[in-house]
């Protein structure tokens, strides 16, 4: 069959073209040091281990893309030796066969899975794709069943002969020639963003890499603001995007409709690079309360504005929580290009909404987010006459109060942690007036200055202690001074409380005491959770205190921000709902008493849930009332 | 044709860091500047042109500063009057007070005076309609009071107008201080002076008899809802003597029997 031997030709070459014509685009970015040798290496465990334990999540998908993608890319290479190179044998043949039908009942699933079409997924090209993966395997199967011995050969212009043709073109038009144009691109770009993979050494790490990456603040240009800006890896990891819309799912601002929708927005940088780029063709879920339609951009041109790809309100609604991050399949980085984007309108334009430009003023002015006097941070602890490290020198536990001890909600919990590591013996101290905010808000904003400042006074005050590790009540805390200090040349052991209180409970250093909570849910902050994996140690605190545990429909490293991470509750960017009632509401469908929190934001915005619900409680107050009922 | 908008900025003071940044109320002059439209807006400064506070402003957007070089001790209101009536800009905003030196708010009525020009103070919002200048003047309590003034004209901003926006990191490090020496006499009322930290005054307490927290909401409201009255086209002795009285039953001063 010369014709279909020519058809397979050609659809290859051209698909090569295509691939080379679409990398182009990838290239508008900035360079990026990318170990390309490395990444190849890697490719196979890359994508059998670490993708497919996010694709496994999900089992539907997981077994459906397992059958279409494993059956095509086998049938495929064995159709190139059938039917292209025409190697005469059975068993090939055979096996070609058994590869096809594989891929069919896969593409089966892919229909079904569409019927009736779930919200997350998207239109357009996506709607297309079963038929093109069963023309491709219906078309092939025919052709193979001759090479097989199990029909006699027909001819070209026979009945057969011509269906097979029609249906091998287009199955190789869509799988084959513009594969790297139309839905199954995301096979290609997907590839090559794992060989490329701008935070390589997240593949495979025991736990998250979440620490954002210092930027120089010498670079002529600060952030952000055209797509040309991104690292060119960055470009093509948006363009790997497959829109399952997994990310959509897990979205807080997305539930809350605020206008964001994190899977539109990997797709309107993707569609950015374009010249004359628009989003009139994205056929997903809308920013809640937005028209599609209506963004426009290109190589060079703002990504932010109001009738630019990307609306002011849409990055600002990000709580930065990384629930994208960990769902996506194709492992792209949302929280990286939002900050990217955060950077350029906070650095160079000053654009940054709601009350966060005077908080930022204020972190200036007196290291503080309220705009207090250092000296003041321990006005609440006053009849606990906190030893300060400064009059000690050393200890083993440098306790980091942060902004929670500004807040009357959250020095409670501080004042719990101190009595139980009074309870415990631990020799601990306080900066006192040396401890400075340690920026985290202030990074996540964007403002990178104001950030790179204050860690580096805090490290400069850190290097003139000694002490064995650091531990704060405020994950955020946590994150930056373990992930993000280093970079300034702060290295030290830092431990979330709830990671002290579960050593002190395993070793005994507590009295054993048993909580009269009732049912208590345990909320995981993303900062500990999702950024930093520990998800046990609050657990086994409340469960070592015989706390009745259940769980939330979301948990663990899956858990749903509260909606006080990344500024949110300062940029404060409208929405019909308000994430914290959102997450309330799946605690009250567990019928919890209490919900446990292990942060000062959590409890903050949980508190601010009105209406009949479970109380509020961090896991120190928790264990403090179980210890002293011992 | 552009209008020529100048903001007279001044480094400012953090209450509680006491640390120098931008002056409030200076830099909502600026913001409100910003955004009055065909408006060509340059900042002026008298003072020492190394004080990085002074690139708070910049980060706003306005491409430079100028900084008429005087001492610290010197007075501002000469060297910016001069400079002001070389030339000549249509509008001249400026906070309401400074965040250092003697604070009196002075400073905008002499430089009005200097350059001969109307002051119009506390303003929250202006617009150009041809020559003249419509403005929203803020009064206490949320009321404004809608005001227009031919140009050329000096005006004055409070700390109740609009939220002054982020200083941009990237724009302060690039906009330019343009220097001017400029020669100032000194202020010799002010050495004379020392400066030390403000005494608290004790706040007087309002009691509120209040069951409910509807009902402190409603005492507070029925109070900013305007008690005393509004005197309006009185004679200056009518108008003059209700304010004693006010002061004498608030206890403030009291009357000679
Ligand atoms: S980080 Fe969280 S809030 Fe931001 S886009 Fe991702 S899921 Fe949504
Ligand atoms: S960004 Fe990732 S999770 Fe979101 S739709 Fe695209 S591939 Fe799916």
Known sequence: MILLQGLIGICVAVGAACALWRARRWFRGRPAKVDFLRGLLRFPQSYFVDLHHIVARDPYTARMHVMVAGGFTAAFLLTLAVHLFDIDSRGLAWLLLAFLVLMGAGAAFVALRRRPKPARLSAGGFSRLPWSLFAFAAAFFLATLPKAGLVAPFAAFSVPGIVVLVLAAWGCAEMVAFLPLGPMKHSFAGAMHLICHPRFQRLGAARPDSGLKPLDLELPKLGVEAPSDFKWNQLLGFDACVQCGRCEVVCPAFAAELPLNPKKLIQD???????????????????????????????????????????????????????????????????????????????EKGAVP????????????????????????????????????????????????????????????????????????????????????????????????????????????????????????????????????????????????????????????????????????????????????????????????????????????????????????????????????????????????????????????????????????????????????? | MAIDVVVLVSIGRHPVSGRARRADADARAVELALGIAGAHVQLVHAGDPDEPALRDYLGMGANAVTVLRMGPEADPVSVLSAHLSSTKPQIVLAGTRAEGGEDSGLVPYLVAQALNTPLVPGIVSLSLVGERAEMLQGLPRGRRRSLVSPVPLVATVPVMAPAPRMSAFGLARRGTIAVKDADAAADAARTAWTEGPARRRPKRIKVMKAASAADRVRAVTEMAAGKGKVLQNVPPEEAAKAIFDYLVTEGIIQAKP
Request: proline residues 6%; hydrophobic residues 40%.
């Open chain 1, 269 to 347: 940088l993707a569609r950015a690079v374009d010249p004359g780029a628009s989003d009139a063709a994205y056929a997903g879920s809308p920013y809640p309360g937005r028209p599609v339609g209506q963004a426009h951009g290109g190589p060079s041109r703002p990504i932010i504005g109001d009738d630019a790809m990307i609306h002011p309100d849409t990055l600002w609604s990000c709580t930065t929580c990384r629930a994208c991050v960990q769902e996506c399949p194709m492992m792209i980085e949302h929280v990286d290009a939002i900050v990217d984007l955060r950077r350029f309108q906070a650095l």
């Open chain 1, 354 to 630: 709601g009350k966060a430009p005077l908080v930022l003023a204020e972190l200036r002015a007196t290291d503080t987010q309220c705009g207090a006097a250092l000296a003041s941070r321990l006005d609440w602890a006053a009849d606990l006459s906190l030893p300060l490290i400064s009059a000690k020198g050393e200890c083993d536990v440098l306790l980091w109060l942060g902004e929670g001890a500004f807040d009357l909600r959250n020095q409670r919990t501080l004042r719990a942690l101190v009595r139980l590591m009074r309870h415990a013996k631990i020799d601990f101290a306080v900066l006192g007036e040396e401890e400075l905010d340690t920026g985290d808000l202030a990074r996540r904003l964007g403002d990178e200055a104001t950030f790179q400042d204050l860690a580096k006074r805090n490290a400069a005050t850190l290097a003139k202690y000694r002490f064995r590790r650091i531990v704060t009540a405020d994950p955020h805390v946590f994150h930056s001074l373990r992930n993000e200090y280093p970079a300034f040349g702060a290295r030290h052991e830092v431990m979330h409380h709830t990671m002290l209180l579960d050593e002190l409970v395993s070793q005994g250093a507590l009295p054993k005491g048993k909580s009269s909570a009732g049912k208590t849910t345990y909320h995981d902050p993303c900062y500990l959770g999702r950024y930093n994996g520990e998800i046990r140690a609050p657990r086994a605190v409340l469960d070592a205190i015989g706390v009745e545990r259940v769980e939330m429909e979301r948990s663990g490293m899956r858990s749903m921000c509260c909606g006080g991470g990344g500024g949110a509750p300062v940029t404060d960017i409208a929405g019909k709902k308000r994430i914290p009632d959102v997450r309330m509401e799946q605690a009250r469908e567990t019928g919890a008493a209490v919900v446990a929190v292990a942060c000062p934001n959590c409890a903050v915005m949980l508190e601010g849930v009105v209406g009949p619900r479970p109380e509020v409680v961090d896991v120190a107050e928790l264990l403090l009332q179980a210890v002293e009922a011992a």
